[in-house]
């Protein structure tokens, strides 16, 4: 049985990868993972009361700032704890002022009040450094304890103290800054409501959306959010549905109309049919997504977490060469010491540990606020680097909701009506749009046919009263959408459709085109009719006559021959197989074709090719701001390493670097989830 949990004070990511190995390590848990950034511990054990009863018990040891939330507990940014260790450090501060500036104290004096000091500042601290060192796992607490007994050691007190007030007041700052980033983004992704005015005849019964079943019937009034896809049975309203398409303008439904689960009721009462189950309904998938979304990261953020993991070790190494060479050269033990202190409060590594996960995490949220579902930070870095995106005509590129325009019989013995209805009758098992056009125009029930059999991208055949019948496509080079109708071989009639381009489509190609990104049309309609389209749209290429295998195919041989990033976009079941080869698949809709959305890494919730433009732009400024981080927080790291090694500057100017460039990352990581496509215009 599996588990989530949340967990508040967690403000460290290496604090949370050793409390994950040491719940896993719990006989009465098979499987820990802990979400930093989300703050969430997962647990699948046989008993998981158990289970997480084990793993508060040794996340007081390991992380007694880390609080596992069994029950329903608000997770408020300033609680208790917050308080108490405010109070700690101030208290410290003073301690520390009245030791460090009052004169003549006498020496027991002056010690009882540093040690004092410097335990309420930092006894979580040295706490957790001890302790896990015990376990064989060192991180940052412990450079921070060795830098503050060293320069203890060595008579510099001041340092001393700075170091580890700088370090707690640095702590503090970046857990209220990740908290509110967190905060910023459950916000956004969180469409469920906690209840549901569930109608039992005529009266109102309060229920969780769980107890929902398919057909019921629920109420939701103004203010509130829908909690199951369903039909509106009475009532209308204005709706708010920017947290599932990114669209911030209200949409109106009425009687008859389809919901979505996720909206929100702005005015009017609706009574709802639900036409889905909690766990099938749209909010669901979409957090579903955005949950799992954690688990595929980004190559350059699992390169840092894996640096981080020995980084530690790395960094104890160095400060001992720097050491050695300087008691080497100056013959200084204590200025040796001293400056191999600085290399350990530099090099403390929560810039990178944080900045970088933080700013995918952001751009992810921001992406998913836009109605871009994106299913990881790996497929985020993808978007940025496409150089060619190919797209599918029917349902993608046009509406792909097909209209009869005129429908030819060829036959003097049957009607018009005859010919529709014989193409009805094989393409009723057929989920393509055409097909839904065609039998959507018939009302009767329509007889059972035999030795149906779907040809890929050709048509149906079948046998009715003896004769064989095909419903498709065998002439080449028609000028419109047709499907034409065969008996025994000979053709009949035909129905001539038409499907109107989005305007989106063009103004989505026209801007990946300005971004320098190759746009192609893979289609499976005839050249006459695809190259019409291509021309009106503006695609750098278009090709016809494709079937689903020679899509694949096509995208197979360009990876082979031009070693860059292929995007693809399709929205139907035949088009899954070319997603998933795609290195980034979007897929159209979230009520869209369920293989296409799960072969595809990202979905846009509606079916506006538009968010692919904004995807990109997204992914693109996240990538900028990631290297932003890496780029900063090494340049100001080397440059303060080499000043202290050669004593230009002291520990305080290492500490305030250290958590200078800690606090700068932070704030410039969530720009990505401030970042407005829309106003960028510029993005390359």
Not at 344 to 358: E, G, M, N, Q, R
Not at 372 to 400: E, M, Q, V
Not at 446 to 454: D, H, I, M, Q, T
Request: aromatic content about 6%.
């Amino acid at each position: 049985m599996k588990k989530k949990f949340k967990i508040k004070g967690l403000d460290c990511p290496n604090c949370a990868k050793t409390l994950e190995a040491k719940i896993a390590e719990l006989g009465s848990v098979k499987i820990a993972k802990i979400d930093f950034l989300k703050s969430t511990l997962e647990i699948e054990a046989d008993d998981v009361n158990l289970a997480v009863q084990d793993a508060i018990n040794i996340a007081k040891k390991i992380e007694p700032d880390a609080k596992i939330l069994v029950k329903n507990e608000t997770h408020k940014i300033f609680g208790k704890t917050f308080f108490i260790d405010l109070s700690l450090l101030l208290v410290g501060i003073a301690l520390g002022c009245v030791a460090l500036f009052v004169k003549g104290l006498p020496v027991y004096a002056f010690w009882i009040l540093f040690v004092l000091s410097a335990l309420l500042m930092g006894y979580k601290t040295y706490y957790k450094a001890f302790w896990l060192i015990f376990k064989k796992t060192i991180n940052e607490n412990m450079l921070v304890t060795i830098s503050v007994i060293g320069a203890a050691a060595v008579g510099e007190y001041m340092d001393a103290l700075m170091v580890i007030a700088l370090y707690s007041i640095g702590k503090i700052l970046e857990n209220l800054a990740l908290e509110k980033s967190r905060k910023s983004i459950e916000k956004l992704t969180n469409l469920k409501p906690e209840i549901v005015r569930k109608l039992v005849g005529e009266n109102e019964e309060i229920v969780n959306p769980s107890e929902i079943e398919m057909g019921d019937l629920f109420l939701v009034k103004p203010g509130e959010r829908v909690a199951l896809d369903g039909i509106v049975v009475s009532g209308n309203s204005n709706l708010d549905v920017q947290s599932l398409t990114g669209e911030s303008l209200p949409k109106f439904f009425k009687e008859g109309d389809e919901i979505l689960s996720g909206s929100i009721v702005l005015d009017g009462i609706l009574t709802i049919k639900a036409t889905s189950k909690l766990e099938n309904s749209t909010a669901q998938k979409i957090m579903d997504m955005i949950e799992n979304a954690s688990e595929k990261k980004a190559k350059t953020e699992t390169v840092i977490s894996k640096m981080t993991k020995w980084y530690t070790l790395g960094v104890i190494a160095l400060a001992v060469l720097v050491w050695g060479i300087v008691w080497a050269v100056t013959k200084d033990i204590n200025t040796a010491i001293y400056r191999g202190l600085i290399f350990l409060v530099v090099s403390c590594p929560c810039a990178f540990a944080i900045s970088v996960p933080l700013a995918y995490f952001s751009g992810l949220g921001n992406a998913s606020k836009k109605g871009i579902l994106i299913k990881g930070s790996n497929y985020l870095d993808a978007a940025a680097n496409l150089k060619t995106i190919a797209f599918d005509k029917t349902g993608t590129i046009t509406t792909g909701e097909f209209k009869i325009k005129k429908i030819v019989s060829l036959d003097e013995t049957k009607s018009e009506n005859d010919i529709l209805k014989l193409c009805a009758q094989g393409e009723k098992h057929s989920l393509h749009p055409i097909a839904k056009a065609i039998t959507n125009e018939i009302s009767e029930e329509l007889e059972e046919v035999s030795n149906f059999k779907e040809i890929s991208g050709k048509g149906i055949s079948f046998e009715l009263h003896e004769n064989k019948y095909f419903v498709g496509r065998q002439s080449e080079n028609l000028s419109e959408t047709t499907v034409e109708l065969f008996e025994n071989e000979t053709k009949i009639g035909e129905i001539i459709l038409e499907d109107e381009i989005k305007e989106s489509s063009i103004s989505a190609i026209q801007e990946l085109n300005a971004m320098g990104i190759r746009t192609v049309m893979l289609s499976g309609d005839n050249k006459i009719i695809v190259d019409k389209v291509a021309e009106e749209v503006g695609t750098s290429e278009a090709l016809s006559n494709l079937l689903p295998e020679d899509k694949f195919k096509w995208i197979e041989n360009y990876k082979q021959n031009e070693k860059s990033k292929i995007g693809y976009v399709g929205d139907g079941l035949n088009d899954a197989p070319s997603l998933t080869l795609a290195d980034v698949g979007f897929s159209m809709g979230i009520k869209g074709n369920d293989a296409s959305i799960e072969a595809s890494d990202i979905v846009l919730a509606n079916d506006n090719p538009e968010k692919i433009v904004e995807a990109i732009k997204i992914s693109r400024n996240t990538k900028k701001i990631v290297w932003e981080n890496i780029g900063l927080s090494a340049l100001i790291k080397i440059v303060f390493l080499s000043l202290g090694a050669f004593g230009v500057t002291g520990m305080l100017s290492a500490v305030i670097a250290d958590v200078g460039v800690t606090l700068v990352a932070i704030l410039n990581s969530l720009r990505a989830l401030k970042f407005n496509s829309k106003k960028d215009k510029k993005a390359k």
